[in-house]
């Protein structure tokens, strides 16, 4: 459901939305494009507003056990002409115990030991560092340097667990998920600002969109903006060419991409080229990636199908703590199918040749490379399969299994979900994992349930 706003309805909306934020900043910005938009527009061209609201709460099955909880309101606006368009998604969230990845790690686990090997990692490059060993050393900061050790033996594990429940914690972020200008000219379309780019057809993994992290384990969370210019050239009636420029502190550090994407005997298939690189890779020491890629998406008979592969080459290999083969391969297949009753199946399969075919093998380094988008597990092989009914007049249920089986471990994910309206849902999901604690991935993990109330405006 969309809410359209003639000029004035808007200013009312802005000032009731800036006089009841005090860290109104980013709301500013957004207030006054809003305006200066919906006032240039004419009558026929009003602006949209919509979103969601939702509360999702979660409790871990720790030692003792812990909650998470996070409220959202997501504001989209929308407006424009034959000739451009602007729009702007603004995400406001308030969190107590934001859910925290380590602390759903058990105790002794292969990952909590990983995870305890990259701080160990960071804590030696502090310590070779010559500058913060001049520091370190030099007493005139002496007073200071004991206050930070201090400081940090103060962070005991009743300090972390408990800080985020407390009235001085920073609860309340706003973020500018979207913000952009589309200019639409005869040969091109342009888009300039923060937008969504998705590459891929893939359902739990997609190794050829570089411009998002997928987490394989939250499958519907939405993918967040990206700073930058593209340009869109159509040929023809079902083919495009998408060129993409990402800015970063210089041109050697910026990263671009061009994809061209047609349909052929009936099939929707893309051909990619791209080199990314930021800040993150430059203070981790990991160099620019250059990734070609194809992906595909179609039907054979009445199943449903889709692939993607990439081949991955790291621009240089003069790295002090990371070993990664100079070329890597990475490659996700699915199919899905609906029977007539209504319930619906898939399968999608997940190569990667940077993961490791033994759980030995796994190192701290490859938490590094799983937070930066090299890879989206430690494994070398992965498979998802998942089952959909609407068994109810109003309720879905859904069970997804993601398993590792280059470590024999696996999370399942039954999920129901209630429709109390076209509007309003309400979302319960159980996570169970399976597999060896002290040797595999997702039997690491502790179980957990989440509830989740989603209203649409």
């Known amino acids: 459901m969309k809410v359209i706003l003639t000029p004035l309805m808007t200013v009312r909306y802005v000032l009731l939305q800036w006089t009841t934020r005090r860290d109104g900043c980013i709301t500013m910005v957004f207030a006054i494009m809003i305006v200066l938009f919906s006032i240039s527009l004419s009558d026929a061209q009003k602006l949209e507003i919509g979103g969601y609201g939702e509360n999702e709460t979660m409790f871990t099955f720790a030692d003792t056990g812990y909650f998470s909880d996070v409220a959202k309101l997501r504001v989209e606006a929308s407006a424009g002409t034959d000739f451009y368009s602007f729009e702007s998604h603004v995400i406001f969230s308030t969190a107590y115990q934001p859910i925290d990845p380590i602390l759903g790690m058990r105790k002794g686990s292969k990952m909590m030991s990983l995870f305890d090997g990259m701080f160990e990692n960071m804590l030696a490059g502090v310590q070779n560092d010559t500058t913060l060993s001049a520091m370190m050393t030099d007493s005139s900061n002496a007073g200071a340097m004991d206050g930070f050790s201090e400081l940090m033996f103060m962070l005991d594990d009743r300090t972390i667990r408990y800080l985020p429940y407390t009235s001085f914690y920073p609860k309340e972020t706003i973020m500018l998920d979207r913000l952009l200008i589309k200019l639409f000219f005869k040969h091109a379309d342009v ?182 988008g090299d890879m989206a597990g430690l494994g070398e092989n992965y498979l998802m399969l998942g089952v959909r009914d609407n068994f109810w007049d109003k309720v879905d249920a859904t069970v997804f299994v993601l398993s590792n089986l280059s470590d024999y471990s696996a999370i399942i994910m039954p999920t129901a979900e209630y429709y109390f309206s076209d509007g309003v849902s309400l979302d319960f999901r159980v996570s169970i994992a399976a597999g060896d604690r002290k040797k595999t991935e997702f039997g690491s993990i502790y179980h957990s349930m989440m509830a989740k109330i989603v209203a649409y405006f």
């Open 191 to 372: 888009y300039v600002g923060r937008q969504q780019i998705a590459w891929g057809t893939g359902y739990a993994f997609n190794p050829t969109d570089i411009w998002n992290q997928k987490n394989p384990l939250d499958v519907s969370a939405p993918k967040l903006g990206v700073n930058a210019l593209r340009i869109e050239m159509p040929f023809g009636e079902l083919s495009n060419i998408n060129l993409i420029g990402v800015p970063g502190a210089d041109l050697k550090h910026s990263s671009v991409g061009v994809r061209v994407k047609t349909n052929m005997l009936g099939y929707d298939a893309s051909v990619s080229a791209s080199r990314f690189m930021n800040a993150d890779r430059v203070i981790l020491g990991l160099p620019a990636r250059n990734i070609f890629g194809v992906d595909m998406a179609g039907q054979i008979g009445e199943v449903g199908v889709w692939a993607e592969a990439v081949a991955i080459n790291h621009k240089n290999d003069d790295m002090d703590n990371f070993e990664i083969d100079s070329t890597y391969f990475q490659v996700d297949a699915g199919l899905d199918y609906t029977f007539e009753s209504g319930i619906y199946v898939m399968g999608e399969y997940y190569f990667n040749s940077l993961g490791h075919s033994n759980p030995d093998r796994y190192a701290p380094t490859d938490i590094f490379l799983q937070y930066m």
